[in-house]
């Protein structure tokens, strides 16, 4: 089993909607939690960072963080076509310096 | 400030080839680290830096070394060349400090394909 478990998706909205994203972990020692933006044949671009438990938001962003149910999410509000990317979530234990883990993305597609 | 730079963009091999993936990066970062991304495995690590003259392994390291030798630069060698090497291949850099300020960048990727 992975330590980082996301839905690969495709997950396809209309523009407009809300679009809701999470990942669920094994390793109780993940203290950071991070999620990336990945679009296509590009390297991923940090989104959101959070530390420990409780919500997080940047303009139409959202992260969550659920350190008791070892799950965290991300919303999106307003979805625009340009929202179109792969999202991955990432996450690193204190101890683990800057070493990540990472979840095997979800592929998001808005349609206008 | 060109951030992380990678080359070459593509690459094809034949099965036992060498070759040296580069990476630099221009932000005076002490951390680099090298991900492979296979479809639905996400990214995962290969080898890592902390700074120049020191390296480690990560999750995935067999077939491929590394070495640092300044803090711009950071080669991944492949060895010899198995068609389970193809892949996307991401460098990393990192800034040190208060948490919540490490950002990792990534560079553009470099496209593998072992024949």
């Known amino acids: 089993q992975k330590e980082v478990e996301q839905d690969p998706g495709p997950l396809s909205v209309p523009e407009g909607a809300i679009v809701s994203l999470n990942c669920t972990y094994s390793?109780?020692?993940?203290?950071?939690f991070m999620w990336y933006r990945q679009y296509s044949r590009k390297g991923p671009e940090l989104l959101m960072y959070?530390?420990?438990?409780g919500n997080k938001e940047d303009g139409r962003f959202t992260a969550q963080v659920d350190k008791s149910s070892k799950y965290i999410s991300l919303f999106i509000r307003d979805s625009q076509p340009s929202d179109s990317a792969t999202y991955l979530c990432?996450?690193?234990?204190?101890?683990?310096?800057?070493?990540?883990?990472f979840g095997g993305g979800t592929r998001v597609l808005v349609k206008p | 400030n060109a951030g992380v730079t990678q080359t070459p963009k593509f690459q094809v091999l034949k099965t036992g080839q060498s070759m040296t993936l580069q990476c630099a990066q221009d932000?005076?970062?002490?951390?680099m680290s090298w991900y492979r991304q296979d479809p639905g495995m996400g990214l995962r690590l290969i080898h890592y830096?902390?700074?120049?003259?020191?390296?480690d392994q990560g999750e995935v390291p067999n077939g491929y070394n590394v070495s640092r030798s300044t803090t711009e630069d950071f080669p991944l060698r492949l060895l010899s060349a198995a068609p389970s090497q193809t892949s996307v291949y991401f460098c990393?850099?990192?800034?040190?400090?208060?948490?919540?300020?490490?950002?990792?960048?990534f560079g553009p990727g470099t496209r593998l394909t072992v024949l």
């Open positions: 990393a850099s990192t800034g040190t400090g208060i948490p919540g300020t490490d950002t990792q960048y």
């Open positions: 390793n109780s020692a993940f203290q950071y």
């Open positions: 959070t530390y420990s438990s």
């Open positions: 990432a996450m690193r234990a204190k101890a683990a310096g800057n070493k990540l883990t």
């Open positions: 932000m005076n970062h002490e951390y």
């Open positions: 830096s902390v700074g120049a003259g020191i390296t």
